[in-house]
């Protein structure tokens, strides 16, 4: 699982050690798993439980994204940090740039998801934008 | 499909069959389909034109949805005399746009009519007996203005006309005959009787139709339900209402319910409080829609839904004649469905309730809302395109008859109000249209109250109002699927109309 989200993540931020060792500490899995499914239940809480008239605009499609942004980003930050300061290594700035791809990640699964479900929901099935 | 032939007498009869078109629109159906047949001197009649309007509209927009099951609006087919003529393949030089002309009335006074001038001195005696000197100087074209005696002479002439042998020849075994008719004025007074006992006769133009003599016939007489304002100058005075319904009555007691010559005969009247302007005739005549009316129309569903094991004939004669009245459970100054009984309610409460928030919603909010799925997510879309077209425009003109004529109802006494609705008025006090004042709409129906879940009582659950009526349209359109623009229309309307009103209110 690591090695399946490993050059998704890198491919976004790569810099060393802090991505070696995100890898050996097996984060990458468990962020990619928590993008996915954080992502997966943002879009079935938008198309599917949510999914009215009044509330089906691009902007609430948006305003979904950038929840999905703000938690996916903090998972990024506070996750690695918690388990790296456990273990006694010490990074800066690495943190937050990570966290940011780790959000940027998160809404690029968030967009696939929406428009892979969105047909089947009775009040979104053009949001954000008509087929 | 047997087909029911309606003659709508007088300007009573073209306003039944204005608010049977309207009932047949919001989806209630009937056995048969209908051949409105409208008989009125008064060519330039306001009820009369009116109700040939929206027959006419109601004809272009069922047409367009023939055999599409998935809509329930506009299901009874609705056909002119010289439609059901071109369909039989018979000749027929008939062409009726629903009316028919009697010849011989146009600009001509009665005494004209029977040729008075050659008349030797006997009959002219005899004439000045039956005849009062006003009625021989009556202008006919704008009908009888109230004298029965004058009627039944005129309308004699329908029966002896083409377009009667054209009725005779198209009219089929299983086909069936109702007579609407007021009793209390001239045209359709003296015309119902005379249209019965010549279709009872079997005899047209001296051919003899069986099917004719067998036909199973209805009938409703309207009796008094509003008085005119008195005028020295009109023919037209309502004192005499209640002498002459009686002296109808009289005769009909003898002629038709005696003679055991009409399978089902409907009576109908009201306390009459209301009072009209005195238009004798013409465009004038226009008088507003009357619970009567409605009622009245319930009738013809309810003739045409009757078995005909509890109706037929035995060599001619009605087997069981029935007679029927119609009531309200309680009497009130303006009534709503509370005061319906049960029976009328389970006709008209759901279908005339789906139909008035069909109407409201594209007037008040189609055009905001045409970016929801059900618009626009299908092949054949709902646009600003869509509503240029003809359909739609004929739609929008029906749908704005419907609303006066649901103004109307609530203005006369007595009242029909089903709906909390302001009326729009013209500086002539015409009612042009209404407008709903609230954005509360599932407390529009007066009497019953919305229906709540439990998703009411958390504030910002459930959806309300227009919201829920988008989701319906959307959930509907997804049921219906592609089809043809106005089918796919009408069928997602129809079907999330009737979701709204079972949700929302019963």
């Known amino acids: 699982m690591n090695d399946l989200f490993a050059p998704v993540f890198e491919f976004f931020y790569y810099t060393v050690p802090f991505s070696d060792d995100l890898y050996e500490e097996g984060l990458y899995a468990f962020l990619g798993l928590c993008n996915i499914l954080l992502s997966l239940f943002f879009s079935v809480l938008f198309y599917y439980i949510i999914n009215r008239p009044a509330f089906s605009k691009w902007y609430h499609w948006l305003i979904i994204l950038l929840i999905n942004f703000g938690v996916s980003f903090t998972l990024g930050v506070v996750l690695p940090q918690t388990k790296f300061v456990a273990l006694g290594i010490d990074y800066q700035n690495e943190y937050y740039v990570f966290g940011l791809m780790n959000a940027l990640i998160a809404i690029l699964f968030y967009t696939v998801i929406s428009f ?13 934008f008509p087929h | 499909m047997a087909k029911l032939y309606v003659f709508g007498i007088g300007g009573t009869g073209a306003r039944v069959v204005r608010s049977l078109t309207m009932l047949l629109a919001s989806g209630i159906k009937t056995m048969h389909d209908i051949v409105p047949i409208l008989i009125d001197p008064d060519r330039a009649g306001g009820d009369l034109n009116r109700t040939v309007k929206v027959l006419r509209e109601y004809q272009l927009i069922e047409k367009e949805l023939k055999g599409f099951e998935q809509n329930h609006f506009f299901k009874n087919s609705i056909s002119t005399l010289s439609e059901i003529i071109a369909k039989s393949g018979a000749n027929s030089n008939v062409i009726d746009g629903f009316r028919f002309e009697l010849d011989g009335v146009q600009n001509d006074r009665f005494k004209d009519f029977i040729d008075y001038s050659n008349l030797d001195p006997n009959n002219k005696w005899l004439t000045s007996l ?13 009908g009888f203005k109230g004298n029965p005696n004058i009627g039944s002479v005129v309308l004699n002439q329908f ?145 045409s839904n009757t078995d005909i094991s509890t109706i037929g004939n035995n060599q001619g004669k009605p087997e069981n004649p029935v007679y029927k009245e119609f009531g309200i459970k309680e009497n009130a100054e303006q009534i709503n469905f509370n005061h319906l009984t049960n029976d009328t309610l389970k ?22 809302k045409l970016k929801h799925p059900y618009a626009t997510a299908y092949t054949n879309k709902f646009d600003s395109n869509f509503i240029d077209q003809s359909f739609y425009k004929t739609l929008a003109e029906f749908n704005k ?58 504030p910002g659950l459930a959806k309300n109002n227009y919201e829920l009526f988008v989701a319906n349209l959307n959930k509907a359109a997804e049921k219906v699927g592609n089809t043809t623009t106005n089918k796919r229309f009408m069928g997602v309307f129809s079907k999330a109309s009737q979701t709204v009103v079972s949700q929302k209110l019963f």
């Open chain 2, 347 to 368: 006709l008209i409460r759901s279908n005339i309730t789906q139909y008035f928030y069909f109407n409201i919603f594209l007037k008040d909010e189609l055009q905001s």
């Open chain 2, 159 to 303: 029966t002896k006309s083409e377009a009667f042998q054209a009725f005779a020849d198209s009219f089929e075994k299983d086909d069936r005959i109702f007579i609407i008719s007021s009793i209390f004025g001239g045209t359709g007074a003296a015309g119902f009787p005379l249209l019965l006992k010549n279709i009872r006769n079997g005899f047209v133009k001296e051919k003899f139709y069986a099917h004719l003599q067998n036909a199973v016939i209805g009938a409703i007489t309207v009796q008094p339900y509003f008085k005119v304002k008195h005028e020295d100058e009109s023919e037209i005075d309502s004192h005499g209402f209640i002498s002459k319904t009686k002296a109808a009555l009289h005769y009909y007691f003898k002629n038709v319910t005696g003679n055991n010559t009409i399978n089902a005969l409907y009576y109908i009247g009201d306390l009459a409080e209301n009072t009209y302007e005195n238009n004798q005739g013409g465009t004038n005549q226009r008088n507003d829609a009357h619970f009567i009316e409605l009622s009245s129309a319930m009738a013809i569903v309810d003739f």
């Open chain 1, 116 to 128: 892979i479900i969105r047909w089947w929901s009775t009040n979104a099935k053009q949001t954000p």
């Open chain 2, 130 to 142: 039956l005849f009062s000197e006003r009625n021989l100087d009556s202008n006919l074209e704008i």
């Open chain 2, 401 to 458: 008859s419907f609303r006066i004529w649901l103004g109307e109802l609530q203005r006369n006494k007595v009242s029909f109000a089903p709906f909390n609705i302001e009326l729009e008025k013209s500086t002539n006090e015409e009612i042009t249209d209404i407008k709903i004042t609230t954005s509360s709409i599932f407390s529009l129906v007066n009497g019953v109250r919305e229906k709540k879940s439990w998703k009411d009582y958390i």
